[in-house]
Nanobody, 122 residues
Framework: QLVESGGGLVQTGGSLRLSCAAS????????IGWFRQAPGKEREGVAC????????DYRDSVEGRITISINNARNTIYLQMNDLKPEATAGYYC?????????????????WGQGTQVTVSS
């Protein structure tokens, strides 16, 4: 079970750190992704992480402003978001996949959290 937290209301230019906790387990041997979905839009990938080699990948539009990382216990994934813009307003979801390597598309993921809302005011 994946549990997200850390969303909220922030002004343009502000920062938020989202967390995704693996309840009762770790993220060893999993690929992890963060996705977002704005009202009326499709869910899109924001960042992904591979626990096999700690590699990461980011959506072009957010690269340089977002960092995905894992804690030492390997049971929580973070999404640090800086210099937030109103277009980042969306529900943010973490997902886990048992497939090897970086997974960039939502069809690769079987397990999803309930989401956490991020609202960026202008």
């Amino acid at each position: 079970q994946l549990v997200e937290s850390g969303g909220g209301l922030v002004q343009t230019g502000g920062s938020l750190r989202l967390s995704c906790a693996a309840s009762g387990s770790t993220f060893d041997d999993y690929a992890i992704g963060w996705f977002r979905q704005a009202p009326g839009k499709e869910r899109e990938g924001v960042a992904c992480f591979s626990s096999s080699d700690f590699s990461t990948d980011y959506r072009d539009s957010v690269e340089g402003r977002i960092t995905i990382s894992i804690n030492n216990a390997r049971n929580t994934i973070y999404l640090q978001m800086n210099d937030l813009k109103p277009e980042a307003t969306a529900g943010y979801y973490c997902a886990a996949s048992g497939k090897y390597g970086l997974r960039r598309t939502r069809n690769d993921y079987a397990d999803w959290g309930q989401g956490t809302q991020v609202t960026v005011s202008s």
